[in-house]
């Protein structure tokens, strides 16, 4: 346990960015909590306001001229009050440390710190080092990709050479994002599993073909292990920043913390506010002349700025960053959005159509005739006078751009689109 949690001081190297005070173990979840002094401790720091100093001076001066000392005395209602908020603090105390110390348990690495710009905010940082990701990857049955690759062949029928010629066309809208490109070559995803880490073809490297394809007839459990074969060179690399905060909260679900009843995971510790929040932190920074090319960077730069609303989405990179539920949401988002088009371009025909007829609409043509000089009754009793219609002329041929014939059409076209 002692080496579990670092100390802030004993920083190795000055590493920028989501890191440890070591600069090597990355910060995978963070959770924050609050920090309240003692109530007496309060209270001692609360004497040096100006308020109270003000009030120091005004009793010392009137026990001079009573010359009859009085001794303070504390409310009961105050101390009773201090005396629950202390004893719910330490309550919520000792819950984070039994909670912190089951966090140990299952194998995760915390760095605590306390000494932040933020007053009484406290942070809590954690790692989770390979043997846990792999763990709770296998658990979790997470598809991982393996060595494994497939090429992506082109059709050669009319519908494919359709579809890459609309590519070539829009290719000023895609988003420079190499997720969002089409790739000729793509490997395979298994669900992870420690066993298939090695020995898969060490099992099989002295094996003769002919014997080797008579082996694998025979067991099919190994044609498994030659498909999943995973790629595992760069171990820092392998999980991505998103996988590996999922795996972080699963561990935090399912950690419990026995001191307070029925409370399950982080969730029922955010409800009681013994943790105020938790978060995954972000790859680095968007802003800066040094700042490092990272998925959030190109999300800012080709995806969330008004500068780039012509572009198509980025979906995998999306994905790749927020997860499958807000890469599914704005996949579907888009396409909502693409099905809107037509819509809008029929809107637009219609409201031309009404600006082209406008002149020989016979009702605005009736209304806006000064000749007929017919006088209307007064809108309302006693405050209203008789008026002329010619006066709505300018009403009339504004409705008839947004009311004429063709919107009839447009409303059909609308509720069967």
Request: aromatic share 12%; glycine share 4%.
């Amino acid at each position: 346990m002692k080496n579990m949690y670092a100390d802030d001081g004993s920083s190795l190297s000055s590493r920028l960015g989501p890191y440890f005070s070591d600069g090597r173990r990355r910060v995978d979840y963070v959770l924050a909590y609050q920090i309240q002094k003692p109530a007496s401790v309060r209270r001692q720091s609360s004497r040096f306001g100006d308020n109270n100093f003000i009030r120091r001076i005004r009793r010392s001066l009137s026990m001079r001229s009573s010359r009859a000392p009085l001794q303070p005395k504390e409310d009961p209602e105050i101390a009773a009050q201090d005396q629950r908020t202390d004893y719910h603090e330490d309550d919520k105390r000792f819950r984070r440390e039994e909670f912190e110390e089951n966090l140990l348990e299952t194998g995760l690495e915390l760095e605590k710190d306390e000494a932040t710009k933020i007053s009484g905010i406290g942070f809590l940082k954690i790692h989770a080092p390979w043997n846990v990701l792999c763990r709770e990857a296998e658990f979790m049955k997470l598809k991982m990709p393996t060595k494994k690759v497939y090429e992506v062949k082109q059709g050669s029928n009319l519908v494919e050479k359709i579809r890459l010629f609309i590519h070539k066309v829009t290719a000023p809208l895609h988003p420079k994002v190499d997720a969002n490109r089409p790739q000729s070559i793509k490997s395979l995803s298994h669900p992870f599993s420690r066993e298939k880490q090695h020995l898969i073809f060490d099992k099989y490297a002295t094996i003769r073909p002919h014997s080797m394809y008579l082996l694998l007839k025979l067991d099919l459990l190994a044609v498994v292990f030659f498909v999943a074969r995973f790629d595992l060179s760069d171990r820092d690399k392998f999980f991505d920043s998103k996988t590996r905060s999922s795996i972080v909260y699963e561990v935090l679900k399912r950690t419990r913390c026995t001191r307070a009843k029925y409370s399950m995971g982080i969730t029922s510790l955010l409800a009681n506010a013994v943790y105020t929040s938790d978060y995954p932190l972000h790859d680095g920074d968007i802003e800066g002349v040094n700042a490092e090319t990272n998925d959030r960077k190109l999300l800012y730069e080709e995806w969330a700025s008004y500068s780039v609303f012509y572009k198509y989405q980025p979906i995998g990179l999306i994905r790749k960053y927020f997860g499958e539920k807000v890469g599914l949401y704005f996949a579907w988002l888009g396409v909502y959005t693409q099905m809107l088009i037509p819509a809008a371009i029929v809107g637009v025909i219609v409201f031309l159509y009404g600006c082209a007829t406008v002149d020989d609409n016979i009702p605005s043509m009736e209304i806006c005739d000064p000749r007929n000089n017919i006088t209307m009754c007064p809108l309302c009793d006693r405050a209203c006078s008789y008026w002329k219609l010619v006066t709505a002329c300018g009403t009339a041929r504004a409705s008839h751009l947004f009311d004429n014939p063709a919107t009839v059409f447009f409303s059909i076209f609308m509720a069967l689109w």
